[in-house]
């Protein structure tokens, strides 16, 4: 099956920090995803990539940016890490309608 | 505006009986709909997906109804069991989405013994 994998399970980052988390996927998969995911506030969409070098903005981009030099890898970075993206992070890819997304097991993000 | 929405944050129901776990959505182009569970500490997983043609997709304890002309759906657990305590998101795709799915704010089950 798809493995999705995120490099980190806990960060601790400083404010003003420029921070990267990664995402890598086994599989030929085309679409990926960055959300993060806040109680009560469900899952919000940063940045999604639908090829090498290609991106789009989702709801919430003010702060990341992203990066996709390789099929198989989607980096989001944080310029300056600021207290409001303390966060778990979560990297997707779209299997198709009838499975919709893998994830990968999260990044905890914590900015002091 | 959220096109996807579950408006009960949380259900609270015993064990052996059933959960019912209720969304709704305002895009009349999605024309699939998905729900994962999530545990914390760990990423979502998928639980049961449905297509718009279809009314009802069954898989073992789990039910999804869709009623297409209320733009609503239910997930049906029975029986209920405590390691189904967890977060339970509904999702929604369609059209030239790019794969992007939407997804509701979650809605915190806790089954007790």
């Known amino acids: 099956d798809v493995k999705v994998t995120q490099s980190s399970r806990y960060l601790v980052k400083r404010t003003g920090e420029k921070v990267f988390l990664e995402c890598v996927q086994d599989?030929?998969?085309?679409?990926m995803f960055w959300y993060r995911q806040d109680p009560g506030l469900g899952l919000r969409l940063i940045y999604f990539?639908?090829?090498?070098?290609?991106?789009e903005k989702g709801d919430i981009p003010e702060g990341y940016s992203v990066s996709r030099e390789k099929k198989e890898r989607f980096s989001l970075i944080l310029e300056s890490a600021s207290t409001n993206q303390t966060s778990m992070y979560l990297c997707?890819?779209?299997?198709?309608?009838?499975?919709?997304?893998?994830f990968g097991s999260g990044t905890r993000l914590t900015v002091v | 505006d959220q096109q996807v929405k579950q408006n009960s944050p949380s259900l609270s129901v015993q064990e052996g009986r059933i959960s019912i776990l209720n969304c709704d959505y305002t895009n009349s182009m999605f024309d699939y709909f998905l729900w994962y569970k999530k545990y914390p500490a760990e990423g979502p997983t998928f639980l049961i997906s449905i297509s718009s043609i279809k009314d009802k997709n069954e898989d073992g304890r789990f039910t999804v109804f869709l009623n297409k002309s209320a733009k609503h759906l239910s997930l049906h657990i029975v029986p209920s069991q405590p390691g189904d305590s967890a977060v339970y998101f509904c999702a929604a795709c369609g059209g030239s989405t790019l794969g992007r799915l939407y997804f509701g704010r979650g809605t915190q089950l806790t089954v007790w013994p």
């Open positions: 990539s639908y090829d090498v070098k290609m991106k």
């Open positions: 997707a890819i779209y299997r198709g309608q009838g499975k919709g997304y893998t």
């Open positions: 599989m030929d998969h085309e679409n």
